[in-house]
Every structure is written in C-alpha cells, then in structure tokens.
Nanobody, 124 residues
Framework: QVQLVESGGGLVQAGGSLRLSCVIS????????MGWFRQAPGMERELAAA????????YYADSVRGRFTISRDNAKNTAYLQMNSLKPEDTGVYYC?????????????????WGQGTQVTVSS
C-alpha cells in the first residue's frame, strides 16, 4: 500500500518562503511521477507543479512558474516543493500525489495516490 505524507506547511508573510516535503512509503519511490496540487477555499484543486519519475521533466502552472521549484530525492523517497516569493493567493491546502509510470502526469484524475494535505497560509 502506497502512503504519502506531506509536511512543511505553515503561516508565512507575503514574500516569504516555505519548503514542502512529501515522503512516500510502501513502494519504490523512483517508480512514480509526482505532483503538488493545491486547493483554496471554495475552489477546485489545481496542479501547481509536477515532476517525472526520472526528474528530467517538470511542469509548472503559470501562476507559480519562476517562484516554485519541484524536485525529488529518490534516495530519500521524498519530493519537495520550494515556494519562494509567496503571495496571499498561494494560500490553500497543498497535496502531493503519485502515479506509477515514467511520463509526466499533469491531470488530477491521472494520480492514484494522495497525501492528506498540508495547510499553507500567506498573510498580506
């Protein structure tokens, strides 16, 4: 059984930074493409960033490109989302997701495994 556990969320002022971590257990982490989604209150869940199994391909939503960086450390079974220059509109619950396979996954319904989410709040 695959389990994902996020950490690193919190309250930060606008312009600040946070780094989210997602540890996967139960399977070989290197076999999975990963994604970081976010959901603001009353809004649909949206993909912020994704990374392929090898790390060679990445995707960023327009709203975060240039400010967020997704990465992975297969030796530590961990994916990261470095978030810089945070804005109040980045506030929401951030979820990591995993899907077994080699390509870059970017659609919500492509991911079979999800974490419980971690809250990110950016104050103005």
């Amino acid at each position: 059984q695959v389990q994902l556990v996020e950490s690193g969320g919190g309250l930060v002022q606008a312009g600040g930074s946070l780094r989210l971590s997602c540890v996967i257990s139960g399977r070989t982490f290197s076999g999975y493409g990963m994604g970081w989604f976010r959901q603001a209150p009353g809004m649909e869940r949206e993909l912020a960033a994704a990374i392929s199994q090898s790390g060679s391909s990445t995707y960023y939503a327009d709203s975060v490109r240039g400010r967020f960086t997704i990465s992975r450390d297969n030796a530590k079974n961990t994916a990261y989302l470095q978030m810089n220059s945070l804005k109040p509109e980045d506030t929401g619950v951030y979820y990591c997701a995993a899907e077994f396979g080699s390509r870059l996954y970017t659609q919500t319904n492509e991911f079979d495994y999800w974490g419980q989410g971690t809250q990110v709040t950016v104050s103005s």
